[in-house]
């Protein structure tokens, strides 16, 4: 079944610590979007890619770097996180046709 | 710049009794407007989109242009209907080029 496949789900990390959180998937999209949602803030977009090696800054990408390197993978990192990063992470993939999004499990990221 | 309003951040109805959430929207172009939402231990999906025009599982939503809202309504609430609901705002070709979330609202039907 197309899918979209997020690891790790859960991550508790230190302040000061790289972090890479991947995504795949099967769905054979070509958009992909990694969201952060925390609680009272909703989902709030932190990068999005269009294509391979196509990257564009969503609303909140200071601290964050994404690599995408080919159509079914879009990772994200952390070069330094820290605990204000804390936050459950959705990767997803769109429709470009209907316009839905599909999204992953969501990996629940902790920096101590 | 866009943005979408959920006012509620908790709405409880009784099991039954009719539902509305709310949703407002900014944009000064021609927006498209989903409704998305995440069930207990499940990912986050699509519920309906206004272009489809279609009700999906009781729910309904109107595209008001005039007042910038894009409420979701369903006469007879339903326990199953217990989740967190967010309101999305898209533009672009089909609303592909971007999607702003609003804050969500968690609705729980009573018994």
């Known amino acids: 079944d197309a899918d979209v496949t997020q690891t790790p789900r859960n991550r508790i990390t230190k302040t000061g610590k790289r972090i890479m959180l991947e995504c795949s998937q099967t769905?054979?999209?070509?958009?992909m979007y990694w969201y952060r949602q925390d609680p009272g803030l909703g989902l709030r977009l932190i990068y999005y890619?269009?294509?391979?090696?196509?990257?564009n800054k969503g609303e909140i990408s200071d601290g964050y770097s994404v690599s995408r390197q080919a159509q079914a993978k879009f990772s994200l990192s952390l070069e330094s996180a820290i605990p204000n990063q804390t936050a459950l992470y959705f990767c997803?993939?769109?429709?470009?046709?209907?316009?839905?999004?599909?999204f992953g499990e969501g990996s629940r990221l902790t920096v101590l | 710049a866009q943005r979408v309003t959920q006012p509620e951040k908790l709405l409880s109805v009784f099991k039954g009794a009719p539902v509305e959430l709310k949703c407002n929207y900014s944009?000064?172009?021609?927006?498209?407007l989903f409704w998305y939402v995440q069930y207990s231990r499940q990912r986050l999906q699509l519920l309906l989109r206004?272009?489809s025009r279609e009700s999906i599982k009781g729910f309904t939503a109107d595209l008001n242009k005039g007042e910038t809202s894009f409420h979701l309504k369903k006469p007879f609430a339903q326990e199953e209907d217990s989740a967190m609901y967010y309101c999305?705002?898209?533009?672009?070709?089909?609303?592909?080029?971007?999607?702003?979330f609003g804050t969500g609202t968690r609705l729980t039907v009573i018994p």
């Open positions: 890619s269009f294509d391979v090696k196509d990257i």
């Open positions: 997803a993939t769109l429709n470009g046709n209907t316009g839905e999004l599909f």
């Open positions: 206004h272009i």
């Open positions: 944009y000064s172009g021609s927006p498209e």
């Open positions: 999305a705002l898209g533009w672009g070709q089909t609303g592909a080029n971007n999607l702003f």
């Open positions: 769905k054979g999209h070509d958009r």
